[in-house]
């Protein structure tokens, strides 16, 4: 029965937050007298999380965060596991909730246009002209991402501006779709591409995630990476085979830990390619 499996819920919001560090120790005692797991991050500009318990305490949760009303109504990614997929919990604050170490660029202030999932799918689904972009890092695109998606092979988010500088001039009067897991990337990435000139710029409302939600999943190639010990889930939010190498973070496949580059808690074969490149 569902009431019975451990809830996640991840959710974000860019709002001013001058008392950040008063928020810190009470965000700690409700999330530990609840016996909740996973990570809160706080920062002057906002508020990020991913929680996993039970549902109970997770309602609970949600009541002690919406008595503030700067979180009220905070849109909500929900799925459910059999175990609990978050080690321990963390309360922490940062300087951003989502690094990209640009300070002007505040979406709080402005941000991209959303576009909902069903109608992103019917501009596939129609054949329109848009270009795909996705913000995410290698190691998730190569878990899956959607069809004719651009790849920027982005070591960490905060390549992204650089990124794009590579992108054709002529996308910049083009229509773009950007996505990222559940959306908060895109608030920055999306203000960023703005900025930069190109003028019509929409990002994914909800990311992967709510797409995956709202739609059957059509166009998508692949899982989704996932920032929790499940590490990948499909398109109807179950977790799949992958694993994590214990030693660099790469997600893995069941036919990657096959190899004989693969050994549990030491190496995998990413591993033992970066070990030849240093060497």
């Keep these: 029965m569902q009431s019975e499996k451990v809830v996640n819920i991840a959710g974000y919001r860019f709002v001013d937050l001058d008392d950040r ?58 799925s459910y596991t059999d175990y609990q997929p978050f080690r321990r919990m963390l309360v922490r604050l940062k300087k951003e909730i989502i690094a990209l170490g ?30 795909i972009l996705d913000t995410r890092n290698e190691y998730e ?10 790849d920027l092979n982005l070591s960490t988010f905060k390549d992204f501006p650089n990124a794009i500088l590579s992108l054709p001039d002529e996308y910049k009067k083009k229509q773009i779709v950007m996505y990222c897991t559940g959306g908060i990337r895109c608030e920055k990435a999306s203000l960023v591409m703005m900025n930069a000139g190109f003028e019509d710029v929409k990002q994914l409302e909800g990311g992967i995630l709510g797409y995956f939600e709202e739609t059957d999943g059509s166009y998508w190639k692949g899982d989704c990476f996932v920032f929790d010990q499940r590490v990948a889930v499909d398109t109807e939010l179950n977790e799949t085979e992958y694993s994590m190498c214990f030693a660099c973070r790469e997600p893995l496949t069941k036919e990657q830990r096959k190899s004989s580059d693969y050994k549990l808690n030491f190496y995998c074969p990413y591993c033992v390619e970066k070990n030849k490149k240093n060497d």
Aim: include cysteine.
């Design 21 to 78: 560090d008063e928020l810190r120790q009470p965000f700690r005692y409700i999330c530990e007298k609840l016996k909740l797991k996973g990570t809160i991050l706080l920062s002057n500009n906002g508020i990020n999380f991913f929680l996993a318990g039970k549902q109970e305490s997770i309602d609970s949760f949600l009541k002690f965060l919406e008595a503030d009303k700067r979180f009220v109504g905070i849109p909500l990614k929900i």
């Design 102 to 131: 640009i300070d002007e660029i505040r979406p709080v202030e402005l941000t991209g246009e959303n576009i909902k999932p069903t109608e992103f799918k019917k501009i596939l689904d129609n054949d329109e002209e848009v270009i």
């Design 141 to 150: 695109t190569r878990v899956g991402l959607f069809e004719n998606a651009i």
